[in-house]
């Protein structure tokens, strides 16, 4: 085993009392207990890995195509290779997860799910999931969130959730996942949490990423099938982490494939206005494990910042944590701005249109390039960029007959 | 020097009655007024203080005490600042403890804490998202000082998990009476009787006379009396809170308010 990848019995990974772990208010432990039995039973169990493959495949549309990208490679000089998770139903890496915790849902007799969202993402795959399997949902979404991802929130509703708006603390999906939490302590006993990313108390990261290590898995086939060699490097964009560990987790034992996470540089990293946790924050504990956080002196969480909804989050999986601590992963942050050039890259030289976080990944990978030259790096392309039309419409100044975006490198 | 809870849940044992526990946090409506505030409810009849730690995301609190917590931060509290309050309360001869949220504390350094709320003369530490089995180094710390461990069982507490935290528990054990956040609730709940029956039964093997304090949702001494029936210590929280936001910009309306419901619960707790 890679070190730092497998959690111990109590969630630690890369050693007792390192990352990871269980800090969480006594009322949820029983549900936690409850949890990671479902999960670990389900897990061996022929019947339930039967079903969600089954989903996955004839509902979710996975497993999704390694994509050759010859005009960026040639714009890089290094062989590009997408992981196409945008063409994923609902959009996104995120619906693997819903339908692996939603069924899982259903096998515990609980009757509705509750979710936090930060770019929509999360809370429409599990609303679609909850509509899909006929389970109740209500989506928690920072108010700042539902104003920038407003075509998200209409999804969510048209398929049936209530999307709950959060007014406290930096109405963002911190305070989303807060609200959340709330809601599960007093509905417990008939509500399934379906975290949306690989963070949180544990089993929530050894849970997701064993429902989203699909990516990797996959790309790790396909990758071998098409090159006949594994790439020299992998690359996501991390936020919580998800997509990331996702992709991780089938290249974790080959120490020849490079592993790179590009986390939000915002306005840059030195400005204090940024989303890079692993690059610049400190050992703390935030949303009941212990991982790097944005925090002020006194531990007081400092509120993130991202032109991408989905990648502003002041903490991050406790995964990738002990993989950064252990070497295994480096962690580089992606500002805004190179992100958003990378957006219109991508549009511009694969007629595919990105989402914003995916585009992190994007512009770290050719950053990378330049010293990879030649060589094979693998990306995550983890959602499509519909939702962020209205982000790239300000940002680009389009919209109107004759605009254009700004010259890209 | 540091006086544990016991002292105070003996002597209302002593006295026949169940004891009053009040909360506010810390820097609320500011630091100075928070020590007013707290005090004053020692004067009107507290038996102990839980002084809250104001914290960015607590996952725990309803809508009345985050306002409250959210206040204190927007004044730019400090942990310090909250040190400093318990000093100014524990002068009082009141047991007084930190309720906090774990990170702060291990930003600041676990030890250290331990120690800084030692000098302050504060009694120890509530711990809502910390529960025994992830606390090794608080424990340590605590048990190096003598300092009281109040650990947090619930209604969907496991009896093996009852037994398990109320084993660690020093000074009391804290039964939160419903599944939900804090917050002033019409009805006591009917969860809290039974909890605080298998929470004793616990404690009859583990850890013979440890009290037990129930919380969450007592806001009148009508409710307080009958938590009272069955349990060592009544703990009160968002009335308080409340009773300050009530009266925004008017401390001596406010410090009415506190010393008018304190006497209301601690006759509750006499009934």
């Known amino acids: 085993m890679t070190q730092g990848f497998e959690a111990d019995v109590h969630g630690w990974y890369g050693g007792a009392g390192s990352f990871g772990g269980r800090f969480m208010p006594e009322a949820l432990i029983a549900a936690l207990d409850e949890l990671e039995v479902a999960w670990q039973k389900s897990m061996v169990d022929p019947t339930f890995v039967h079903e969600f493959e089954g989903l996955l495949q004839n509902y979710a549309g996975v497993p999704s195509m390694l994509y050759e990208a010859h005009r960026l490679s040639d714009h890089s000089g290094a062989r590009i290779l997408l992981k196409r998770e945008d063409l994923n139903h609902t959009g996104a890496h995120k619906i693997r997860n819903v339908l692996g915790q939603a069924l899982l849902t259903k096998r515990m007799g609980k009757t509705r799910v509750i979710a936090e969202t930060g770019a929509g993402q999360h809370g429409v795959a599990s609303a679609t999931a909850a509509a899909y399997l006929g389970l109740d949902c209500t989506v928690y979404m920072g108010e700042v969130d539902t104003e920038r991802q407003a075509l998200n929130v209409a999804r969510m509703q048209l398929l049936g959730a209530e999307v709950v708006s959060v007014k406290s603390g930096s109405r963002t999906l911190k305070d989303a996942i807060n609200e959340a939490l709330r809601d599960w302590v007093a509905s417990v006993d008939h509500t399934a949490y379906l975290f949306g990313t690989a963070a949180g108390p544990h089993p929530f990261p050894s849970l997701v990423m064993s429902f989203v290590r699909g990516i990797g898995d996959e790309a790790r086939r396909q990758c071998l099938e098409l090159t006949g060699g594994l790439p020299d490097a992998i690359a996501a964009c991390v936020g919580g982490g998800s997509n990331a560990i996702g992709l991780f987790a089938g290249f974790l034992e080959d120490p020849e494939v490079a592993i790179y996470g590009f986390e939000a540089g915002g306005d840059g990293v030195d400005t204090g206005r940024h989303a890079a946790t692993i690059f610049a924050g400190s050992v703390g504990v935030l949303h009941g494990s212990r991982t790097y956080v944005l925090q002020d002196d006194d531990g007081q969480t400092v509120e993130s910042h991202s032109i991408s909804a989905g990648l502003d989050y002041p903490g991050v999986g406790p995964q990738h944590a002990a993989l950064a601590a252990s070497g295994r992963a480096t962690y580089l942050p992606v500002t805004d701005t190179a992100a958003m050039d990378a957006m219109a890259l991508l549009a511009r030289t694969e007629g595919i249109i990105p989402a914003i976080e995916s585009a992190h990944a994007i512009a770290g990978a050719l950053e990378v390039a330049k010293e990879r030259q030649g060589e094979t790096i693998l990306i995550n392309l983890s959602g499509r960029g519909d939702k962020d039309m209205g982000t790239a419409l300000d940002y680009f100044g389009l919209g109107t007959a004759g605009a254009t975006t700004r010259e890209t490198k | ?271």
């Open chain 2, 1 to 271: 020097m540091s006086t544990s809870v016991s002292v105070a849940y003996d002597k209302a044992r002593a006295d026949g009655r169940a004891a009053l526990v009040g909360y506010l946090p810390a820097g609320f409506p500011t630091v100075e007024g928070g020590i007013d505030a707290l005090t004053t409810m020692v004067d009107a009849g507290c038996d102990i203080i839980e002084i809250g730690l104001p914290y960015s995301d607590p996952v725990m609190d309803g809508p009345t005490i985050q306002a409250a917590a959210q206040q204190a931060l927007d004044g730019g509290i400090r942990t310090t600042d909250v040190l400093r309050t318990v000093e100014a309360v524990a002068a009082t001869g009141v047991p007084t403890l930190i309720m906090t949220y774990w990170n702060p504390v291990e930003r600041y350094g676990v030890d250290r804490f331990a120690q800084d709320l030692y000098d302050a003369g504060g009694a120890g530490l509530i711990t809502p998202d910390l529960t025994p089995d992830f606390a090794p180094e608080w424990i340590t710390a605590a048990d190096a000082r003598d300092l009281d461990k109040v650990f947090l069982v619930a209604p969907s507490s496991t009896d093996e998990r009852i037994a398990m935290t109320t084993a660690a528990c020093r000074g009391f054990v804290y039964a939160t009476a419903v599944m939900g956040v804090t917050g002033a609730r019409d009805a006591t709940s009917d969860l809290a009787g039974p909890l605080v029956a298998r929470t004793k039964a616990a404690i009859e093997v583990s850890a013979p006379g440890l009290p037990v304090g129930v919380g969450l949702g007592v806001s009148n001494g009508a409710q307080a009396a009958e938590v009272a029936s069955y349990a060592d210590g009544v703990i009160v929280g968002s009335a308080f809170v409340r009773a300050l936001l009530d009266h925004p910009g008017d401390a001596d309306a406010g410090r009415r308010a506190l010393t008018a419901l304190t006497e209301d619960l601690a006759r509750g707790v006499r009934a």
